[in-house]
C-alpha cells in the first residue's frame, strides 16, 4: 500500500529555516510528479510548491517564491521542502501528495496520494 510519511515540521521564530521531508513507501514514486500543499485553521488547502518526476521542472505558489526549495532523491524515494525566510502566515499544516503523472500540476485534484500532515507553527 502506498503511503506518504511528513517530517521536520515544529514551532520556528520568523525569519528562521525549517527543512520538511516526504518519505514514500510501498511503490515507487520515482516517475511520478510530487507537490507540497498546506492547510490554515479556516482555509482551504492550498497549492506550495511541486517538482517533475525527474526534478528538472519545479513550480512555487507565488507567496514562497524566493524563499522555498523543492527536491527530490528518487533514488530514497524521498522529497523535500527547504523553507527559510518564514513568516507567520506560513504558519500552516503541510502536506505532501503526489499524482499518478509525469509532470507538475497545481490543483490538489490532481494528487493520488496524501500523507498525514505536518505541522509548521511560526512566530512573530
Known amino acids: 500500500q502506498a503511503q506518504l510519511v511528513e517530517s521536520g515540521g515544529g514551532l520556528v521564530q520568523a525569519g528562521g529555516s525549517l527543512r520538511l521531508s516526504c518519505a514514500a513507501s510501498?511503490?515507487?514514486?520515482?516517475?511520478?510528479?510530487m507537490g507540497w500543499f498546506r492547510q490554515a485553521p479556516g482555509k482551504d488547502r492550498e497549492f506550495v510548491a511541486a517538482?517533475?518526476?525527474?526534478?528538472?521542472?519545479?513550480n512555487y505558489a507565488d507567496s514562497v517564491k524566493g524563499r522555498f526549495t523543492i527536491s527530490r532523491d528518487n533514488a530514497k524515494n524521498t522529497v523535500y521542502l527547504q523553507m527559510s525566510s518564514l513568516k507567520p502566515e506560513d504558519t500552516a499544516v503541510y502536506y505532501c501528495?503526489?499524482?499518478?503523472?509525469?509532470?507538475?500540476?497545481?490543483?490538489?485534484?490532481?494528487?493520488?496520494?496524501w500523507g498525514q500532515g505536518t505541522q509548521v507553527t511560526v512566530s512573530s
Open positions: 501528495a503526489a499524482r499518478r503523472h509525469l509532470f507538475i500540476n497545481t490543483s490538489p485534484n490532481e494528487y493520488v496520494y
Open positions: 510501498g511503490r515507487t514514486f520515482s516517475s511520478v510528479a
Open positions: 517538482i517533475n518526476w525527474n526534478g528538472a521542472s519545479t
